[in-house]
């Protein structure tokens, strides 16, 4: 079984900063991808960084947002600086892991942690 556990959000003026974590744990034999998606109100689900053999940033966030990780520690790091209302949600951790080399590769979500953004 694989657990992402994220931490992270809060609450923060315009032009502020925010770190989020997650961490994988449990049976994980190799990561595939892993990276952050956010969810505001009314609105689908996106993709906001993906970090795979290389990072990919959602144009809104390019510039803004960092995506790193730490394989020892089976961890993205999500950085996201200046930033703008429009970046209120739920931002959910997303991980592509494969549990052993029969059993093929999964998908995980968080929990989900909230980010609000003051103007």
């Known amino acids: 079984q694989v657990q992402l556990v994220e931490s992270g959000g809060g609450l923060v003026q315009a032009g502020g900063s925010l770190r989020l974590s997650c961490a994988a744990s449990?049976?994980?034999?190799?990561?595939?991808?892993m990276g952050w998606y956010r969810q505001a109100p009314g609105k689908q689900r996106e993709s906001v960084a993906t970090?795979?053999?290389?990072?990919n940033y959602a144009d809104s966030v390019k510039g803004r947002f960092t995506l790193s990780r730490d394989n020892a520690k089976n961890t993205v790091y999500l950085q996201m600086n200046s930033l703008k209302p429009e970046d209120t949600g739920v931002y959910y951790c997303?991980?592509?892991?494969?549990?052993?080399?029969?059993?093929?590769?999964?998908?995980?979500w968080g929990q989900g942690t909230q980010v609000t953004v003051s103007s």
């Open positions: 449990g049976k994980i034999f190799s990561i595939n991808a």
């Open positions: 970090i795979t053999s290389s990072t």
């Open positions: 997303n991980a592509v892991i494969m549990a052993n080399p029969i059993s093929g590769r999964g998908t995980y």
